[in-house]
């Protein structure tokens, strides 16, 4: 958590036989992963996170629930992971680091509209090739890829938890155009808003 941000924790105790269980025949604990550094949240774990702490199921299907999400939850912190053995090599002073943290801030905040390379870095006084480095070197995703799953994130929320047209929702995640959003949609998740909805 960024020390200037208000927020909240939200922990997943999971037992050493099965933490051991999930790790099995497929990964193998390195320094980078056992190395105590935080990695941050994407769109997709947030999410992930909402929907654990939002869930209306009780019981042994809560359980259930719960279990699939952390799994899943789990998943993407190891995919994360891995990606820092190649980002190892770049060095971001802690003043660009702030920066970097204003920079995600503006997308969340903005996620109406697509803010460009060269507005986000006028707004953070980074030069673009500062920013698009040191961007995806803190956060394991470039800045556009961040844009778009942030809104392809905020648009399936909205199409399974209101009631709000495919245009509605596509205009919400700064598309004038409601067929791009659609594209960009069954690119993302293989199935179109209008599927889903239904």
């Given at each position: 958590?960024?020390?200037?941000?208000?927020?909240?924790?939200?922990?997943?105790?999971?037992?050493?036989?099965?933490?051991?269980?999930?790790?099995?025949?497929?990964?193998?604990?390195?320094?980078?992963?056992?190395?105590?550094?935080?990695?941050?949240?994407?769109?997709?774990?947030?999410?992930?996170?909402?929907?654990?702490?939002?869930?209306?199921?009780?019981?042994?299907?809560?359980?259930?629930?719960?279990?699939?999400?952390?799994?899943?939850?789990f998943l993407?912190?190891?995919?994360?992971?891995?990606?820092?053995?190649?980002?190892?090599?770049?060095?971001?002073?802690?003043?660009?680091?702030?920066k970097m943290?204003?920079?995600?801030?503006?997308?969340?905040?903005?996620?109406?509209?697509?803010?460009?390379?060269?507005?986000?870095?006028?707004?953070?006084?980074?030069?673009?090739?500062?920013?698009?480095?040191?961007?995806?070197?803190?956060?394991?995703?470039?800045?556009?890829?961040?844009?778009?799953?942030?809104?392809?994130?905020?648009?399936?929320?909205?199409?399974?938890?209101?009631?709000?047209?495919?245009?509605?929702?596509?205009?919400?995640?700064?598309?004038?155009?409601?067929?791009?959003?659609?594209?960009?949609?069954?690119?993302?998740?293989?199935?179109?808003?209008?599927?889903?909805?239904?």
């Open positions: 958590m960024h020390p200037v941000q208000n927020g909240y924790f939200y922990e997943i105790r999971v037992g050493v036989s099965h933490f051991e269980k999930l790790l099995s025949d497929f990964y193998r604990p390195s320094t980078e992963y056992d190395s105590g550094n935080p990695l941050p949240l994407t769109p997709e774990m947030h999410l992930l996170i909402s929907q654990m702490t939002g869930t209306a199921y009780t019981g042994n299907m809560r359980s259930l629930f719960l279990e699939a999400k952390m799994t899943e939850l993407l912190h190891l995919q994360q992971s891995r990606t820092l053995t190649s980002r190892r090599y770049f060095t971001i002073r802690n003043s660009e680091r702030d943290y204003h920079v995600r801030e503006l997308i969340e905040r903005h996620n109406d509209q697509f803010l460009t390379i060269s507005e986000l870095a006028q707004r953070s006084g980074l030069t673009p090739r500062k920013l698009m480095q040191g961007f995806k070197a803190l956060f394991g995703c470039t800045v556009y890829q961040y844009i778009i799953e942030l809104k392809m994130q905020t648009g399936r929320r909205l199409l399974l938890h209101t009631d709000k047209h495919i245009n509605e929702i596509a205009h919400d995640v700064g598309y004038q155009n409601p067929q791009h959003f659609i594209a960009a949609f069954k690119r993302k998740f293989g199935i179109s808003p209008g599927k889903l909805k239904s």
